[in-house]
T-cell receptor, first 116, second 113 residues
Framework: GAVVSQHPSWVICKSGTSVKIECRSLDFQATTMFWYRQFPKQSLMLMATSNEGSKATYEQGVEKDKFLINHASLTLSTLTVTSAHPEDSSFYIC????????????FGNGTRLTVT | QKEVEQNSGPLSVPEGAIASLNCTYSDRGSQSFFWYRQYSGKSPELIMFIYSNGDKEDGRFTAQLNKASQYVSLLIRDSQPSDSATYLCAVNRAETSYDKVIFGPGTSLSVIP
């Protein structure tokens, strides 16, 4: 149980275009989902917390107008990278927990974004 | 001071030995502690979680927590080459409405056959 599905697994886009990444909780409802970004040989950095039915909460230094997050249902959160640039190329991973706060997070398989 | 710190490694151990991974954290309010394993190019997978001081064992893995020292560790017994990966320590940061999970930089482990 507690499966998080992320799509697409990888995407290549041209500079200036936008890319949407979907994160779904398949067998549980998630009022809160988390988006992380990981650059090569670095750790996971929390970008934002996605809250169902309300605005996302962004970590310091993350541009909310560039990384649009929508959490329209209890099983789906989307991250849209707008006007992507090569420096946005990274591994984006979503996560959620089906249980009480403080419970382990379950991760999607991640999305490898390459901006050319 | 970073919220979660780990030795970056690489840590090399021979097959069959015990690998010891350490982590310190700065937020005394943290209550939940996790160890994740991440293979190159893949998402993290949960190895252990611990909430109370002391030891918690699961198969070849033992997590140890000392809240007074703000220290959490992971021991891997009978290390196997397949254990070679990056191990991420993660700690919750309590917010008003929900917890966030903050990751350390990870320790690269290499188990030599």
């Amino acid at each position: 149980g507690a499966v998080v599905s992320q799509h697409p697994s990888w995407v290549i886009c041209k500079s200036g275009t936008s890319v949407k990444i979907e994160c779904r909780s398949l067998d549980f409802q998630a009022t809160t989902m988390f988006w992380y970004r990981q650059f090569p040989k670095q750790s996971l950095m929390l970008m934002a917390t996605s809250n169902e039915g309300s605005k996302a909460t962004y970590e310091q230094g993350v541009e909310k107008d560039k990384f649009l997050i929508n959490h329209a249902s209890l099983t789906l959160s989307t991250l849209t990278v707008t006007s992507a640039h090569p420096e946005d190329s990274s591994f984006y991973i979503c996560s959620a927990s089906p249980d009480r706060e403080g419970s382990p997070l379950h991760f999607g398989n991640g999305t490898r974004l390459t901006v050319t | 001071q970073k919220e979660v710190e780990q030795n970056s490694g690489p840590l090399s151990v021979p097959e069959g030995a015990i690998a010891s991974l350490n982590c310190t954290y700065s937020d005394r309010g943290s209550q939940s502690f996790f160890w994740y394993r991440q293979y190159s190019g893949k998402s993290p997978e949960l190895i252990m979680f611990i909430y109370s001081n002391g030891d918690k064992e699961d198969g070849r893995f033992t997590a140890q927590l000392n809240k007074a020292s703000q220290y959490v560790s992971l021991l891997i017994r009978d290390s196997q080459p397949s254990d070679s990966a990056t191990y991420l320590c993660a700690v919750n940061r309590a917010e008003t409405s929900y917890d966030k999970v903050i990751f350390g930089p990870g320790t690269s482990l290499s188990v030599i056959p």
